[in-house]
């Protein structure tokens, strides 16, 4: 049957992507296990070895390969990320509430939100600079590049939770108003919770896309670098397999995390169906 | 009617309630309107005017003059790097969409199953959790002449020399721009296709419809939507491009953003901001000419 | 001060061109069971949740317990309010449901073992008891029916307004519940203002009926006066039990497609509908005569249609229209009729009515 033939084919086709989309990650992953300190980042393995995981934490004898520039950098990416999480976040939920009623200009809100995503990070960041340089403010990675970061996030959150609210039903907020209930803490009550799991999503999204920012926060970031800026300075000085190494540790921390909250998920999932009862009236 | 209206002052209740509803909805949308006014579209402004400024060695003047301009537009390197950055876009859209595509036709139409497609999709972003810059270094030792690549290709018998032309060419920024945004384009089309009732495609089944008038008629109009938006992301990152270009082609290749990073260092701020105006351009028609293509507002 | 627990003057409201409720005025009893009659697009929603406040009129007072709150919010009116999808907070257990609405409303609170002592009894009164604990999903739909009402009637509201309570539940389960609403209204003594899309459950329900059509009241009466005598013939037939032929009064008689009627006792309007009800039809072979005071008409057996307690039959006049009968049967079998043949349908002179 003629579509049949076009699933396998398509299916293959996949198949052949995905090993496209993991083709670097699979290099990268046997090279960090490449012998040092003289063993560099191409082929072939000279030795296989976890020296190169050792040496990211320290425990290496001193040898002319600098550590990666990371813990500071690393610590830095974590705070901004949190900090632009929190603050986009908010944003996001309220811009979304504001967009449940049909106001004059929401057109012009919603794209000028959205736009936010659509600036290439070179021209925001180039931009700011030259704000911060014209007025006299200096670039730091909690101020100009955390304004940027939140401009990326901020639109990601808001879209998040637009199409929560979209699902959402309002007749529960209506339902606590009749009770007597202020709309205020009718919010904190009955809406926020609900729309919990929503928020969690943004507030994963926006910490993501801030930690691994890069392009905005070239220009914006000052002297004290980012865990990317630190990578990216890397680049045009050698490059050692102590990078992968990093790489697939970041990695396998993120899917740690992540399969957590999947396993969570199923289990809560599973626990509310099977107390689902049927019963007469 | 006898209903007592005493004075204009007083509005129908309807219209009060109104009004309260309206300052509470500007109130929740001022913080978020206000931060992108001061810091998405004053930076971008400032981009423009700068562009418009005197640049001397190793600083700048609000004196305006188009003189950055001319020399953008005389110089054969910066018109060379303007006509590298479409080509690269354009070929880039091109791949990513050959490739996601199918992909997503495989992922949104073809696999019913609920939790099979969401468990693919997951798939094929777990690559996107290692960090992006990481991520285009792999692609160095994949594609050098003693690379994964060639290594793997000279196992198999397939060829006797190795490729030289897979790294520091075009070809490796345009294999690992697409392998690094390909997937904005299955996300948005599987998306869309997974929306389709697949009802209506049994119904044209059974009218006798073969695929492909299927595809043609059904399918592909319907997953216009995401198209757009794959395109719209892709391109975005594509023509913002840097880091890519720089690590894999070994400064051969010179897109816009390219020139814009080694302005910024070397302190050219207003060639830099007419370098920034220029893609911001280039960038403004793509995305206008692909939102023409559908209306993405009603479809979110 | 007048003695009904709500009293709507002049209500109007419009959305955009289109009149939703056009100059509504009513005086709602206390202690009374009212149902809210009329088709889809006739306002009764719109009217409901204007009185809750969750739409504002464009023109009109509402006095409710002696207050005006028409600018009074949701929040500060004290009327209580069932939703047809029952609105339950889907992250609280049916305790915490019910007990919301004493924990977190503005003003004065009562103490924790007083909410709880007022909850429980509550739940046990809807007849929730044991259930306590569960989920909002780990509940049927007439439970969670239950549960709606309790949350709303343990803050003790004069009024409650439910918008087709009854709507999102099978059949069966209905007319079970109908009774229950009833009982448990009586027991609390509040009003209960139930707006409903069906006709027989508006007159089973309701101690008093209000019909609204397009935006207007057109009837507000008990049950059997709107079985009765409906106010017009749009009324009579949204109750689905009047035969109706549209016509003139021509001297003593009604002239329509369907014959010439003797009019009925009673004042009639010039021109507009005449109405049998269908239980009032009896049906006769042709050929037996009709008595002096009963109106015969012949028409040609159709179908029919067995609903357990009675049987209607459908018959074809001459002019093509259908008319309807019920006949209750009680201990007798149905009566067979031959498809196609003619019968003689009569009732009494003064059973049938002209309406405008």
Redesign the interface.
């Known amino acids: 049957m003629e579509s049949r033939l076009i699933k396998w084919a398509l299916g293959g086709f996949t198949a052949l992507i995905v090993v496209f989309l993991y083709a670097p990650f699979a290099v990268l992953a046997i090279l960090s296990f490449q012998t040092g300190p003289e063993g560099g980042p191409q082929f072939p393995i000279v030795a296989w070895s976890v020296y190169w995981y050792k040496h990211l934490f320290g425990l290496t004898p001193p040898s002319r390969i600098a550590p990666l520039p990371i813990e500071s950098a690393l610590a830095r990416s974590l705070t901004l990320a949190v900090m632009t999480m929190i603050v986009s976040t908010v944003l996001g939920v309220m811009a979304a509430q504001a967009f449940r009623t049909r106001f004059k200009g929401a057109g012009l809100v919603f794209y000028l939100i959205i736009l936010g995503m659509m600036v290439p990070g070179v021209l925001i960041g180039l931009g700011m600079a030259l704000l911060a340089n014209t007025i006299g403010l200096d670039r730091h990675w909690w101020s100009t590049a955390f304004a940027l970061h939140v401009v990326y996030t901020f639109p990601f959150a808001f879209l998040v939770m637009l199409a929560i609210f979209n699902r959402f039903d309002a007749s529960v907020e209506e339902a606590s108003w009749s009770l007597g209930v202020s709309p205020a803490r009718t919010f904190r009550k009955v809406t926020f919770p609900l729309i919990f799991p929503g928020v969690l999503s943004a507030m994963l999204f926006a910490f993501t896309l801030s930690y691994d920012e890069f392009s905005r926060t070239l220009f914006t970031s000052g002297r004290e670098l980012t865990l990317p800026l630190a990578i990216y300075g890397t680049f045009s000085v050698e490059i050692h397999p102590n990078i992968f190494a990093f790489g697939v540790l970041t990695t396998l921390f993120s899917f740690a995390l992540l399969a957590i909250y999947a396993i969570l998920m199923a289990l809560s999932v599973r626990r509310a169906r099977r107390l689902m009862i049927q019963e007469e009236a | 009617?006898?209903?007592a209206?005493v004075s204009d002052a007083i509005e129908?209740?309807?219209?009060?309630?109104q009004q309260t509803?309206?300052r509470?909805?500007?109130w929740?949308?001022a913080?978020?309107?206000l931060?992108?006014?001061?810091?998405?579209?004053?930076?971008?402004?400032?981009?423009i005017y700068?562009s418009f400024w005197t640049q001397t060695t190793f600083k700048i003047e609000p004196i305006l003059t188009t003189r950055s301009w001319v020399a953008f537009f005389t110089s054969e390197t910066y018109l060379d790097a303007l006509w590298t950055t479409i080509r690269i876009w354009l070929i880039v859209l091109g791949a990513t969409l050959l490739?996601g595509y199918?992909?997503a036709?495989?992922?949104g139409l073809?696999v019913r199953n609920k939790t099979l497609q969401t468990a693919?999709l997951v798939?094929?972003v777990?690559?996107f959790?290692?960090?992006?810059?990481?991520?285009v270094?792999?692609?160095?030792?994949?594609l050098?002449t003693?690379?994964?690549v060639n290594?793997l290709l000279m196992k198999a018998g397939l060829i006797s020399q190795p490729i030289e032309a897979l790294l520091y060419t075009d070809l490796s920024v345009i294999i690992g721009m697409t392998?690094i945004y390909?997937?904005f384009m299955v996300g948005p089309i599987a998306f869309m296709l997974s929306r389709i009732d697949p009802t209506i495609i049994e119904a044209a089944r059974d009218l006798g419809a073969?695929?492909w008038r299927i595809f043609r008629t059904i399918i592909l109009p319907l997953s216009m939507p995401g198209v757009v938006v794959g395109a719209?992301f892709v391109s975005?990152?594509v023509?913002?491009?840097?880091?890519t270009s720089?690590?894999l082609s070994g400064r051969k290749v010179n897109l816009l953003?390219n020139i814009?990073?080694t302005q910024?260092g070397s302190l050219r701020?207003s060639f830099?901001?007419v370098v920034?105006v220029v893609?911001?351009i280039i960038?403004g028609a793509a995305?206008s000419i692909l939102l023409r293509v559908v209306d993405l507002?009603r479809e979110? | 001060m007048s003695a009904g627990v709500l009293q709507i003057t002049g209500l109007t409201k419009r959305y955009g061109g289109a009149v939703a409720l056009d100059d509504v005025s009513l005086d709602i009893p206390r202690d009374c069971y009212v149902s809210l009659l009329g088709p889809s697009g006739s306002g009764k929603t719109v009217l409901l949740r204007v009185i809750a406040g969750f739409e504002e009129p464009d023109a009109g007072t509402i006095e409710f317990a002696g207050r005006p709150i028409v600018a009074a919010p949701v929040y500060n009116r004290g009327i209580g309010f069932v939703f047809q999808n029952f609105a339950l907070f889907p992250h609280l257990s049916v305790e915490e449901n019910v007990a919301f609405g004493l924990k977190n409303r503005a003003g004065a609170t009562l103490g924790k073992s007083e909410i709880r002592d007022r909850v429980r009894a509550m739940i046990e009164l809807v007849g929730l008891a044991g259930l306590e604990a569960r989920g909002v999903h780990q509940i049927s739909g007439g439970q969670r029916q239950r549960v709606a009402l309790a949350r709303t009637l343990v803050t003790e509201p004069p009024l409650v307004l439910l918008d087709e309570p009854l709507g999102a539940l099978d059949a069966n389960l209905r007319t079970r519940i109908r009774a229950e609403l009833r009982m448990i209204r009586e027991r609390l003594g509040v009003t209960f203002l139930h707006v409903t899309g069906s006709e027989s459950e508006a007159l089973a329900i309701g101690d008093r009926v209000i019909v609204l059509d397009r935006g207007r009241v057109v009837q507000f009466d008990d049950p059997d006066t709107l079985f009765e005598r409906p106010a017009s013939a749009r009324v009579a037939r949204f109750l689905n039990c009047y035969n109706l032929f549209g016509g003139a009064v021509a001297g003593a008689s009604f002239q329509s497609d369907a014959g010439e009627f003797p009019l009925p006792r009673g004042p009639c309007p010039p021109r507009g509908f005449y109405g049998v009800r269908y239980d009032r039809i009896a049906v006769a072979p042709r050929a037996e005569k009709s008595g002096a005071d009963q109106v015969s008409l012949t028409a040609a057996f159709v179908a029919s249609e067995f609903t357990g307690p009675s049987l209607l039959s459908f018959f074809k006049l001459a002019s093509g229209q259908i008319v309807e009968v019920e006949t209750p049967l009680g201990d007798r079998a149905p009566p067979q009729y031959e498809l196609g043949e003619a019968y003689a349908l009569s009732w009494r002179r003064d059973g049938a009515r002209v309406f405008a």
């Open positions: 009617m006898t209903t209206i129908s209740p309807a219209a009060a309630a509803r309206r509470v909805v500007y929740l949308i913080p978020g309107v931060w992108m006014l001061i810091f998405l579209v004053l930076p971008m402004a400032m981009m700068v490739v199918p992909t036709l495989f992922i073809f693919l798939v094929c777990i690559p959790w290692t960090s992006f810059l990481i991520r270094l792999a692609w160095r030792p994949m050098g003693e690379g994964a290594i392998q390909c997937v073969g695929f719209i975005v990152m023509l913002g491009e840097f880091a720089a690590a953003g814009i990073v910024v701020w830099a901001a920034g893609l911001t960038m995305v507002r979110l």
